[in-house]
């Protein structure tokens, strides 16, 4: 009975760490976080702010495969487009993907963990058996075949990924 009041005593007066003193402490500790965290930043805003920045439109075309020179600075591609400008619009769609994709893994994975969690027994036994399934089942090869059975687009692709990595969500949900 007093160690828990104990307990309940050092939570009052302050002496445990809460948990947002964790990220401040983990970038003032760790010089590499604090640089890995400044490049996904810049590397984020270079994709929210591409069509302001770049140099060229992303359908403009140049000299066909041109060198790296003071006007492409990365170089042209087979078809003449500039390939900084390639990268820059890349980023925003692979910021829209990555993010959409773990919505919906999120959405999906949090709602058959919660599923899971709340009702048990059988409910419980056979998400869990459907989550174990998408966990040891190669994904890319799951990817391509879902991919070739519904179509093509980018939403396609966000769904896909998505529905494809729920499992790992549910799993923890359920847990809690």
Same mark, same amino acid.
Request: hydrophobic share 55%; glycine share 12%; aromatic share 6%.
């Given at each position: ?14 002496? *445990?760490?809460? @948990?947002? &003193?964790?990220? =401040?402490? /983990?970038?003032? $500790?760790? @010089? +590499? ?10 590397? %984020?805003?270079?994709? *929210?702010? %591409? @069509?302001?920045?770049? @140099?060229?439109?992303? /359908? ?10 003071? +006007?492409?600075?990365? &170089?042209? $591609? $087979? ?6 400008? +390639? ?8 910021? /829209? ?11 999906? &994975? &949090? ?19 459907? %989550? $174990?399934?998408? /966990?040891?089942?190669?994904?890319? *090869?799951?990817?391509? *075949? ?5 179509? =093509? ?14 499992? +790992?969500?549910? #799993?923890?949900? =359920?847990? #809690?």
């Amino acid at each position: 009975m007093s160690q828990v009041l104990q307990g309940i005593e050092t939570v009052e007066t302050g002496t *445990i760490e809460r @948990p947002r &003193g964790f990220v =401040r402490r /983990l970038l003032r $500790d760790r @010089p +590499q976080a604090s640089v890995g965290l400044g490049l996904v930043v810049f590397l %984020a805003l270079v994709g *929210i702010f %591409a @069509p302001l920045i770049s @140099p060229y439109g992303p /359908l403009e075309e140049g000299p066909l495969r041109a060198a790296p020179s003071a +006007q492409h600075w990365l &170089g042209t $591609d $087979d078809g003449g487009h500039d390939m900084l400008t +390639q990268i820059m619009f890349g980023i925003r769609v692979s910021l /829209l993907v990555g993010l959409a994709a773990a919505a919906v893994s999120m959405v999906v &994975g &949090g709602a058959a963990g919660i599923t899971a969690g709340y009702f048990g027994r059988k409910t419980d036994s056979v998400l869990m058996r459907i %989550a $174990d399934f998408f /966990l040891v089942v190669p994904e890319l *090869i799951l990817m391509v *075949i879902l991919a070739k059975l519904i179509g =093509r687009g980018l939403h396609v692709i966000i769904l896909v990924i998505g529905l494809l990595l729920w499992a +790992q969500t549910a #799993r923890v949900v =359920r847990a #809690r």
